[in-house]
T-cell receptor, first 113, second 115 residues
Framework: AQSVSQHNHHVILSEAASLELGCNYSYGGTVNLFWYVQYPGQHLQLLLKYFSGDPLVKGIKGFEAEFIKSKFSFNLRKPSVQWSDTAEYFCAVNFGGYQKVTFGTGTKLQVIP | NAGVTQTPKFRVLKTGQSMTLLCAQDMNHEYMYWYRQDPGMGLRLIHYSVGEGTTAKGEVPDGYNVSRLKKQNFLLGLESAAPSQTSVYFC??????????????FGQGTRLTVV
C-alpha cells in the first residue's frame, strides 16, 4: 500500500540553524508532492509543491524541497530558520493521479530564539 | 476572501450525542474533504466529495456520514459520538482532484471532545 513517512517527529533548532525534514513515500509510479505547514492555532497552508520539471522547488518564506526519484524522497530544507518557523510540517503525496493525497504524520519544529 | 470556513470551532459532546459540522467554501471548488488530525497520526481522510451530490469514503469513514447538497457546503455528521472521535477536524477544498496537481485549501479546524 502507498504510504508517506516522516521520520522526524519533533525537531528543536536554534535560530539561524539549517533545517532539513525528511519525507519518504512508497510508490513506484508518478507522484505529486506537497509540503504543508500548520502554525500554532492555525489551519494548514501550502509551503510548496512539485509536479514535474526541476526537482528543486522553491516555496514561500525561504523554504525549498528536493525531489529525488531514486530515493522516493521529498525533503524540505531551509538554510537559516527563524523563531517564526515554529510550526508543524506535513508532507503529502498524491499517488498516481488519484483524487486525494496521503499525509505524513507530521514533524513538529521548535525554533529557540 | 473567506476561503474555507468551519463551524463550530469548538464543541464538547457527551457519548451518544449527535452533531453536524459545517464546512463552507466560497472559491467555487468542486472537491471537498473532511480530515481528522490526531497526535502522532497526521491527517487522515474521513470522507470526500468530487462534486455536488456526490460523496466517497476515505481512510477512516466509520462512525461518520457526510452530505454535499450544495456545491459550497460539505457537512460531516456524527450520529452517535464516541470518545474515540475526540479529535481536531479539518475541512479542505480544491478546484480539481489533487491528482490534477492542485493544492487544497484548509479551514481553521473544529476541536471536538467527546466525554
Amino acid at each position: 500500500a502507498q504510504s508517506v513517512s516522516q521520520h522526524n517527529h519533533h525537531v528543536i533548532l536554534s535560530e539561524a540553524a539549517s533545517l532539513e525534514l525528511g519525507c519518504n513515500y512508497s510508490y513506484g509510479g508518478t507522484v505529486n508532492l506537497f509540503w504543508y505547514v500548520q502554525y500554532p492555532g492555525q489551519h494548514l497552508q501550502l509551503l510548496l509543491k512539485y509536479f514535474s520539471g526541476d526537482p528543486l522547488v522553491k516555496g514561500i518564506k525561504g523554504f525549498e524541497a528536493e525531489f529525488i526519484k531514486s530515493k522516493f524522497s521529498f525533503n524540505l530544507r531551509k538554510p537559516s530558520v527563524q523563531w517564526s518557523d515554529t510550526a508543524e510540517y506535513f508532507c503529502a503525496v498524491n499517488f498516481g493521479g488519484y483524487q486525494k493525497v496521503t499525509f505524513g504524520t507530521g514533524t513538529k519544529l521548535q525554533v529557540i530564539p | 476572501n473567506a476561503g474555507v470556513t468551519q463551524t463550530p470551532k469548538f464543541r464538547v459532546l457527551k457519548t451518544g450525542q449527535s452533531m453536524t459540522l459545517l464546512c463552507a467554501q466560497d472559491m467555487n471548488h468542486e472537491y471537498m474533504y473532511w480530515y481528522r488530525q490526531d497526535p502522532g497520526m497526521g491527517l487522515r481522510l474521513i470522507h470526500y466529495s468530487v462534486g455536488e451530490g456526490t460523496t466517497a469514503k476515505g481512510e477512516v469513514p466509520d462512525g461518520y456520514n457526510v452530505s454535499r447538497l450544495k456545491k459550497q457546503n460539505f457537512l460531516l455528521g456524527l450520529e452517535s459520538a464516541a470518545p474515540s472521535q475526540t479529535s481536531v477536524y479539518f475541512c479542505a477544498s480544491s478546484f480539481t482532484g489533487q491528482g490534477a496537481k492542485t493544492e487544497a485549501f484548509f479551514g481553521q479546524g473544529t476541536r471536538l471532545t467527546v466525554v
